[in-house]
């Protein structure tokens, strides 16, 4: 039952702090999700993203999840961000 975690760093905001939905029985998940992080292009140049996957674990077992890896992307290395983005 995997999920990840998004964290936009270094800023410790809640806000910036994102999960996706948990899908079930599957080993191989992809995941259609988009999060939006509302600030000026300047700021999000000196941000990185950091994608933390994770298994779910059922209700009666003894942990409540298990670390199945991470990656970390440096925003300023996407060749796209300089260009503004709008929904």
Same mark, same amino acid.
């Given at each position: ?8 760093? @270094?800023?410790? *905001? @809640?806000?910036?702090?994102? *999960? ?8 191989? @998940?992809?995941?259609?999700?988009? !999060?939006? %992080?509302?600030?000026? &292009?300047?700021?999000?140049?000196? *941000?990185? $993203?950091?994608? =933390? $996957? *994770? /298994?779910?674990? +059922? &209700? !009666?077992?003894?942990? /409540?999840?298990? !670390?199945? +890896?991470?990656?970390?992307? =440096? ?9 503004? %983005?709008?929904?």
């Amino acid at each position: 039952d995997p999920y990840a975690r998004v964290y936009l760093m @270094p800023d410790e *905001k @809640p806000s910036y702090k994102r *999960k996706t939905k948990i899908i079930k029985h599957n080993l191989n @998940p992809i995941w259609q999700e988009t !999060f939006d %992080y509302p600030m000026a &292009l300047s700021h999000a140049l000196n *941000k990185h $993203l950091i994608i =933390n $996957l *994770k /298994d779910e674990r +059922g &209700l !009666f077992q003894r942990q /409540d999840s298990v !670390f199945l +890896g991470e990656v970390t992307i =440096n925003l300023q290395t996407i060749p796209s961000i300089t260009t503004p %983005y709008t929904r």
